[in-house]
């Protein structure tokens, strides 16, 4: 048996998120599936972490073990001509023997992407969340600073989460606005060690609040140092988060 | 009667464009049935342009003539719930009594959108063509000086066009290109005063075979002196196309 690697890309909009479970359809489940008819051996295809459902992944990193002859590079265009049009595998290779996408990944990066628009717009609504009030771009890019370091992020947490500390580093907030004849799209990029349950979209919830005065900076400095979850913002809507890169401490493609 | 003016935003994907046909659902039917569910009177939408079967609009611009008590800066959101998620009304006014959305349109900006990967991206496939080969980005940025001015675009035209003139005036052509972890994605940007049948589609083709050697600098000079088809590129699909902005020599919203 072979430790395979595969960077796997997906829209998430029609799937029950990644995890297989018997009331939906799962990206991991039908991943399962397309290596199984690629190969003709049944696989457990494992991610680096779960996504929720309606989640996107650009990057997701999964690892399985199977006995085969097709040569790892090949193994992309295998397994893609055996899965839907919203799931395709952009890389394959062979990893190191003892690798595991989930505990070896070092950092990940998720995107939150949001348009200002009073109007819906059919062209940015499938991987963005509409905002129809007022933000201060600039306002955003002050409230990123707040949360890198090192900080215990329970109040960012979804309640009933079993971890073993909340405690989690955020290397870096990078927040990349685009204005065009009026619209503006603005994505928020956050790179950690680590995130906990619904905390991506909580970050930006809160940092969006914040940039449109409904939370002061006090709030979040409080919800980071008392934890007080009366301090965040809205924890935002799933289409809006994309898994944007999983990083190892070696090179995997 | 009055005169009223709508800016429309649609995805393109599910439509066999703008204009009404027997054989197919288009953008144009609907808006003519969402106008009259929402007045209670037949109405003709007429747009700045047809766009073809798949091709998408970021802001078409529309006008119809009707008998109605609704203000029309509410318009739009009327005429917004009887529409389906695709096609959005984004703003709506009352125009100039003699104001025609075709005639009247003064410039228009498209943008072609392509993205360089050997494998099918699920998240960019949607709106933008896949590009597998490589692309040097210095030479697309290139090749849109040598459209950019008043040139006979006969060679950038379906056979078969009947129209008096092939001759066209570039105002812009600009290139945006992101890279973000080995991909790339490409948008080019296209101001003209009007655009012939297929003409952007085919500019985008001829750019991207010169930016991958393909095509040479002497080829599209030849296409636009001595109007060569046989120097030109291919014409790009529908999916990677939208109208990016009509505008006029007033401001209608």
Chains 1, 2 share one sequence.
């Not at 992944?57 to 999964?62: F, L, M, P, T």
């Not at 950092?107 to 009030?133: V, W």
Request: charged share 25%; with cysteine; aromatic share 10%.
């Amino acid at each position: 048996m072979k430790k395979y690697a595969l960077l796997v890309c997906y829209d998430g909009t029609n799937y029950g998120g990644w995890q297989i479970q018997k009331n939906a359809v799962t990206v991991q489940q039908k991943l399962n599936e397309a290596v199984e008819k690629a190969l003709g051996v049944k696989v457990t295809v494992t991610a680096s972490g779960r996504t929720d459902s309606g989640v996107h992944a650009a990057a997701q990193v999964c690892h399985f073990l199977a006995e085969t002859s097709v040569p790892p590079e090949r193994l992309a265009a295998a397994i893609n001509f055996n899965l839907p049009d919203d799931i395709s595998v952009l890389k394959s290779s062979e990893a190191p023997e003892n690798f595991d996408a989930t505990a070896n990944a070092k950092r990940k990066t998720y995107c939150y992407r949001i348009y200002i628009s009073g109007r819906r717009n059919p062209l940015k609504d499938r991987y963005a969340e509409q905002i129809k009030f007022s933000v201060d771009l600039h306002k955003l890019k002050q409230a990123a600073r707040l949360f890198e370091g090192k900080h215990d992020f329970k109040a960012y947490c979804a309640a009933g989460s079993q971890v073993k500390t909340t405690v989690r580093r955020i290397y870096s907030i990078k927040v990349w606005t685009r204005e065009y004849r009026g619209s503006t799209d603005v994505e928020i990029y956050i790179t950690g060690n680590g995130f906990l349950y619904n905390m991506v979209r909580t970050l930006a919830g809160t940092m969006i609040y914040f940039a449109a005065d409904r939370l002061k900076k006090e709030d979040i400095i409080r919800s980071l140092e008392e934890c007080d979850r009366n301090s965040v913002g809205k924890t935002m809507p799933a289409k809006g988060l994309t898994l944007e890169a999983v990083d190892y401490d070696f090179d995997l493609f």
